[in-house]
């Protein structure tokens, strides 16, 4: 099939390159020049496990293409899917300036039946209103169905080759059919259902993701208080096939561009009409403030933390990606500097997009967990990144000022830091 992919963000440039993979000729469309050259000349602007391999891969074959001109991409297309972003508006809402955008533009391509697929977060009703919009637009026949996305960043490639379900939404059978039969080559899982229940699942899914989170984390900061183990609890709750082992990692909580963004549209989506998501609200509150526990920790070791030297181990808002989009480290990192500390950083791949957006003179730029560690009162760990984890622990002691972890991914065995001198903190476990 001729697939034109509209939005070579984080969605469309992981599920473009998939198709071509699967043998359909792809061309990723981006309004964005710099980012359409980077692409052409074989760069990927997103740091991603396996991503860059399979661009080139399909770009050599022939069967990958990048362009800037959506007009020449879209008429040449049978299907074109949608993946342009949502961000949040001031008050939550998701905004579709660009989806409308998107669509007008397809509208004057369009010469002949399209099937477009929307694989944007949006919220329900909108592909109404985009079938709409373009019905007014044009004459030639289309639809347009959802297939919302639930690949992660850090494990997109295997997400999308190997996803737990493929869900499509249509109201018309013959669309919804020509979606799922693209799909299948992912999977047997389809769940074929009306457009509105398609996004809903969506926005659905992760609140519930985010809520697992935020339970969680409340479950271990009552541990904390009665001296049980939340990894131990986790761990016999998830046995229970009912509530299931994932999401109930205990830490600083959830960041990213979707949970943050999504949790409060889903909010934003119930308050239109009228109706309070009371549950939802809570988990937003509970993760906002879950954050700074770490700071709290440190507050509670030394009162006053100015003039300290606080140690930040992990940027981003969680391994393997170099986002550091509502990352709970951007929020500590500016509490920490507020209460006059300085800050030695480090991220194995986050630190250029935390710097570019959040420099400050009282926070040192480190190559390492070491060199960060250097001379400091505390190290906060943010990030599971495993070489945090790995690090040799007498060379850390000596390099630091103050032997103090405060550990906010509960990635260390308290008995061993105990063990080699230091004073050791984490979420929901006993010190
Ligand atoms: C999330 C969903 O997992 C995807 O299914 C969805 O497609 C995506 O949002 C989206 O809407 O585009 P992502 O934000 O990439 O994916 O990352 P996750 O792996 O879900 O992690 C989100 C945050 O939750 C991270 O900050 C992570 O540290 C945190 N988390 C996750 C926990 O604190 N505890 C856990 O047990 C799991």
Redesign the pocket.
């Known amino acids: 099939m001729r697939i034109a992919v509209v939005g070579t963000g984080y969605?469309g440039l992981v599920s473009g390159t998939c198709f071509a993979e699967l043998g359909h000729d792809v061309v990723c469309v981006d309004k964005d020049r710099a980012k359409i050259a980077l692409l052409a000349g074989g760069d990927i602007p997103i740091h991603e496990p396996g991503l860059r391999e399979l661009v080139a891969r399909n770009a050599e074959a022939g069967r990958l293409g990048f362009t800037t001109d959506l007009g020449a991409a879209v008429e040449r297309a049978e299907a074109v899917i949608l993946a342009v972003g949502t961000p949040s508006l001031p008050n939550g809402e998701a905004d579709l300036t660009h989806l409308e955008g998107a669509v007008r533009e397809i509208a004057s391509a369009m010469n002949a039946y399209k099937l477009i697929m929307t694989k944007s977060?949006v919220p329900v009703g909108t592909n109404a209103r985009l079938r709409a919009l373009l019905a007014s637009l044009t004459d030639r026949p289309f639809d347009i169905v959802s297939v919302p996305?639930?690949?992660?960043?850090?494990s997109a490639v295997k997400d999308t080759f190997h996803p737990d379900r493929i869900v499509v939404g249509a109201d018309r059978e013959e669309a919804g059919a020509a979606a799922a039969a693209l799909h299948r080559p992912l999977t047997d899982r389809i769940f074929v259902t009306d457009v509105r229940s398609a996004e809903m699942i969506k926005y659905a899914?992760?609140a519930f993701?985010a809520t697992k989170?935020s339970f969680?984390n409340e479950i271990a900061n009552i541990c904390e208080k009665v001296g049980a183990d939340v990894g131990q609890v986790a761990a016999g709750m998830g046995l229970d096939n009912r509530i299931g082992s994932?999401?109930?990692?205990a830490?600083i909580?959830?960041?990213?561009?979707?949970?943050p963004k999504?949790t409060r549209a889903l909010i934003q989506i119930a308050g239109n009409v009228d109706y309070e998501f009371k549950l939802l609200k809570s988990v937003v509150d509970v993760n906002r403030d879950q954050r700074f526990s770490v700071v709290r920790k440190l507050r509670r070791l030394y009162g006053d933390l100015a003039g300290r030297t606080i140690a930040v181990w992990g940027l981003a808002?969680?391994p393997n990606t170099d986002d550091v989009r509502e990352s709970p480290a951007v929020d500590i990192v500016a509490a920490l500097l507020d209460l006059g500390a300085h800050v030695r950083a480090c991220d194995p791949i986050a630190l250029p997009n935390f710097r570019s957006c959040h420099d400050h003179e009282r926070i040192a730029w480190c190559g390492d967990a070491l060199e960060a560690a250097q001379g400091a009162d505390a190290v906060c760990l943010l990030t599971e990144w495993p070489e945090f984890a790995a690090v040799d622990l007498g060379r850390l002691r000596q390099a630091m000022r103050q032997p103090v972890l405060i550990d906010g991914r509960n990635q260390f065995d308290a008995e061993r830091l105990e063990g080699a001198g230091f004073a050791y903190s984490s979420i929901g476990r006993p010190a």
């Open positions: 969605v977060t996305e639930f690949l992660r960043e850090g899914s992760n993701l989170i969680i994932s999401f109930l990692k830490g909580g959830y960041g990213g561009s979707c949970f999504d808002f969680k």
